[in-house]
């Protein structure tokens, strides 16, 4: 039998084998999407460059700041840059307490309650303040004197709609609209003796979600191959073979 007769018989054979075997892949590009990292436990106040409330320096949170009062089982979140002056202590009891020393994370929570304003929860406000104070680590004869300090000068501090301001420290020259309608109470959940607090902000939860854009895929890639294509493939000369 001669060559030519040879391979119009094997490619007769190969198209009859593979009439019925015509395969089509898709390829579907998945986008990864970042794990949400859980909110930060020890706040990291940035200062605002070139501003100030009544001569005293204005700083901004690059993370949301959850916490929780044993007493009351409210759990307290301050979100991200929200504008804080660390400063609830009035001018006169700044002499014993500085508002920027260890008094400053129970500040932010401080002045968060305090923007709110939510009516009658003043002097729970400064109860949680004092509370926050002792758990991290204040000396308690100087929590107690900036605790003295917010109830006998703080009520003209409680409330004031010029307090609700955000800004974003890598835009600091820019005004920042609030993320949210301002909340009626300062507690997002209650968690009774604050159990599960830690696990619950380890997972990843947020009181204040972050808005992100939606991510576009591009069109999934379809290639089919028909039976001739296949045949080709496994001749001499066949598809993508170099010669």
């Keep these: 039998m001669s060559r030519t007769k040879t391979l119009a018989l094997l490619i007769g054979l190969g198209l009859t084998l593979a009439a019925c075997a015509t395969e089509t892949n898709t390829t579907v590009f998945v986008p990864l999407i970042a794990p949400t990292p859980p909110s930060s436990l020890t706040p990291q106040p940035i200062m605002l460059f070139n501003q100030t409330k009544d001569g005293?320096?204005?700083?901004?949170?690059?993370?949301?700041f959850p916490y929780c009062d044993v007493e009351t089982g409210k759990l307290?979140?301050?979100?991200?840059?929200?504008?804080?002056?660390?400063?609830?202590?009035p001018w006169y009891g700044q002499g014993?307490?500085?508002?920027?020393?260890?008094?400053?994370r129970a500040a932010i929570v401080h002045d968060w309650l305090y923007t709110i304003g939510e009516p009658g929860k003043r002097e729970e406000a400064d109860a949680i303040f004092l509370r926050a104070m002792l758990k991290y680590g204040v000396p308690p004869f100087?929590?107690?004197?900036?605790?003295?300090?917010?109830?006998?000068?703080?009520?003209k501090g409680y409330g004031l709609p010029t307090d609700w301001r955000f800004i974003?420290?890598?835009?600091?020259?820019?005004?920042?609209?609030?993320?949210?309608?301002?909340p009626r109470a300062g507690m997002v959940r209650y968690l009774p003796k604050c159990q599960g607090f830690g696990a619950l902000i380890q997972s990843g939860?947020?009181?204040y979600p972050i808005k992100?854009?939606?991510?576009?895929?591009?069109?999934?890639v379809i290639v089919t191959k028909t039976?001739?294509?296949?045949?080709?493939?496994?001749?001499?000369?066949?598809?993508?073979k170099k010669k």
């Design 56 to 64: 005293r320096k204005l700083f901004t949170l690059d993370a949301e």
């Design 76 to 89: 307290i979140v301050v979100p991200r840059w929200y504008v804080t002056d660390f400063a609830s202590v």
């Design 96 to 104: 014993f307490v500085d508002p920027q020393g260890p008094t400053a």
């Design 142 to 155: 100087q929590a107690k004197i900036a605790y003295q300090a917010v109830r006998l000068g703080g009520e």
């Design 168 to 182: 974003d420290p890598k835009r600091q020259d820019l005004v920042q609209a609030a993320p949210f309608a301002k």
């Design 205 to 207: 939860w947020r009181a």
């Design 212 to 220: 992100t854009a939606p991510i576009i895929a591009p069109p999934p």
């Design 227 to 240: 039976p001739l294509d296949q045949v080709k493939a496994k001749l001499p000369f066949g598809l993508d």
